[in-house]
């Protein structure tokens, strides 16, 4: 579209972008238009309509402009908008982290159950996000238990500044987050030793030899999705050595994919007094649950 056009409407960029992304091949043209023309004129989704047929302004055509372009060339609409939501979270994201998924949500619903029962309501409960990458975890723990300690982690150095800048627009819960780089527990300070009361992860959790969409494998970070040849490498480091790390009734949760479900709570079994399965909203195995580490392995 000409920036010389001054009669330029939010309706016909609305038609041109759903045009220009069904040529692309873009599978929810009209859907992706929609978010696309809301983020360039700054309008929420319920005033999207009364405002398309104001005049765009030049400024708001220039980011439209490219967001088409970025959208069209097969970038994740969430990239391209720079922020998406998570729970009750706004956040923002880019290439440097992976975009947080539905099934997430849920398996933050199930720790924030598992802190109910360890008194987080009533007291503090310090709690660890592993491998936190834009921080939807960790920081939706932080604002939904308003009691917590969190401490975000990653090894990845792009990863934490996204989630520094989330931290950052969190607001009074930031107050209570921090965060530090390093490998899994390399990055926890020694005084955490048997103090944590949740620990949770979404680790990389795909096998190397799944064949990724395109647009999740050329776009989203390669560090975020692989682990080994049946994709547990990460997970069998995490449930190996959570115990030391927590209190004696503390709690591991961690994402997975149904079909590592079944060695996963074996292994589990063996380290924690209880452990279990739960599933994701759409009835599939995503979340291992261990509780109570077995202190003979301190
Ligand atoms: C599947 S992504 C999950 C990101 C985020 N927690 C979420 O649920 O959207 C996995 C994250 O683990 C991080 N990661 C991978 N290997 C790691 C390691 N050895 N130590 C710490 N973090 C790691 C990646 O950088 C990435 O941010």
Redesign the pocket.
Known sequence: MSSSDQTVTWRELLVEATQTFRTAGIEQPAMDARRVVEQASGAAPSELLLLLDDPVTERALGSFDAMVQRRSAGEPLQYVLGAWSFRSLDLMVDSR??I??PE?EAVVEIALAELDLLGAQERTCQVV??????G??GLSIAVERVRTQVLL????ED?LRVAGANIAGLGRPGARVSSRLG??FDALPNDLLAKVDLMIS???YIPTAVVLPEQVADWE?A???RSGPDGTD?LRLLIDGAGEWLQKDGVLVCELSPEQAADMLALAQSRFRDARIEQDLTGKDRALVARGPDLRSR
């Open positions: 982290v992976l947080p998924r997430t996000d592993l491998g936190t990458g834009s939807a975890i982690t990653d090894r990845s990863a490998s899994w979404n680790p990389p970070p560090g975020a999705l990460d």
